[in-house]
């Protein structure tokens, strides 16, 4: 109960902030791209929306989030009742993934993109939200002002992001595969591309490894940053 009391609050607070607002303008501006776009193009375009969307979502907005509720000494007065750390933290995930699914899939049905491997995409499309949202609360958590989160964010996020070149196939190496967005660019695009079982298990188990390793870090940086700073 202490769970789904803090996810609808956290989702109050998105809505009071104007951020499902901003993704519905979002959602209904890339719904009219795709639509407006030559058919051979949809899909190709709608891996690169939903893989920015994703990203975006997680690093940018989960940051913002965090830094207005520590402005308004928040985290701290939610810690002095029985609101667990972990709690805390999927709160924040849990109401994210439901605000970036529900855009991805909006998207994908207003622009009538389906396919039979559809369960790939969405598991692919859950993984990615939840990966880059640990990632941008893996900075918020020591983040001095919100200046000083995009900077870092942003380098991370540029980063991380180089498997695009690969997808565009403008420059590939297998390094790529170390990083999350290679499963993620692989994940979004099965409605488009017939890729191999073996490189779909692959992006499976690389954003449950990853996934694994961010919540472990997420939580240590919020322990020592946020519920107990110096």
């Keep these: 109960?202490?769970?789904?009391?803090?996810?609808?609050?956290d989702i109050r607070f998105q809505f009071r902030h104007g951020f499902y607002y901003?993704?519905?303008v979002l959602t209904v501006l890339y719904i009219i791209t795709l639509r407006l776009l030559p058919e051979s193009l949809v899909h190709p375009a709608l891996t690169l929306i939903l893989f920015t969307d994703i990203c975006a979502l997680g690093f940018f907005f989960i940051g913002a989030i965090?830094?207005?509720?520590?402005?308004?000494?928040?985290p701290q007065s939610l810690f002095v009742p029985p609101l667990r750390l972990h709690e805390y933290l999927l709160a924040k995930i849990f109401s994210f993934l439901f605000l970036s699914i529900?855009?991805?899939?909006?998207?994908?049905?207003?622009?009538?993109v389906g396919g039979q491997d559809l369960i790939w995409?969405?598991?692919?499309?859950?993984?990615?939200?939840?990966?880059?949202?640990?990632?941008?609360?893996?900075?918020?958590?020591?983040?001095?002002?919100?200046?000083?989160?995009?900077?870092?964010?942003?380098g991370i996020g540029l980063l991380i992001s180089l498997p695009i070149f690969a997808y565009l196939r403008l420059f590939d190496t297998p390094l790529f595969y170390v990083f999350?967005?290679?499963?993620?660019?692989?994940?979004?695009?099965?409605?488009?591309?017939d890729y191999s079982i073996s490189e779909k298990l692959f992006s499976v188990v690389s954003l449950v490894i990853w996934f694994f390793i961010?919540?472990?870090?997420?939580?240590?940086?919020?322990d020592k940053h946020v519920r107990h700073p110096a």
């Design 1 to 9: 109960m202490r769970l789904l009391a803090a996810v609808a609050q």
């Design 22 to 24: 901003a993704y519905l």
């Design 66 to 74: 965090v830094l207005l509720e520590r402005g308004q000494n928040l």
């Design 102 to 112: 529900a855009s991805a899939f909006l998207i994908m049905l207003g622009a009538f």
């Design 121 to 154: 995409f969405i598991f692919g499309a859950i993984m990615s939200t939840l990966i880059y949202t640990l990632f941008g609360l893996v900075f918020a958590a020591r983040a001095r002002h919100v200046n000083d989160y995009f900077v870092k964010a942003l």
């Design 180 to 193: 999350p967005t290679r499963a993620t660019l692989i994940l979004l695009d099965v409605l488009n591309v």
């Design 214 to 222: 961010l919540s472990g870090i997420t939580y240590q940086r919020f």
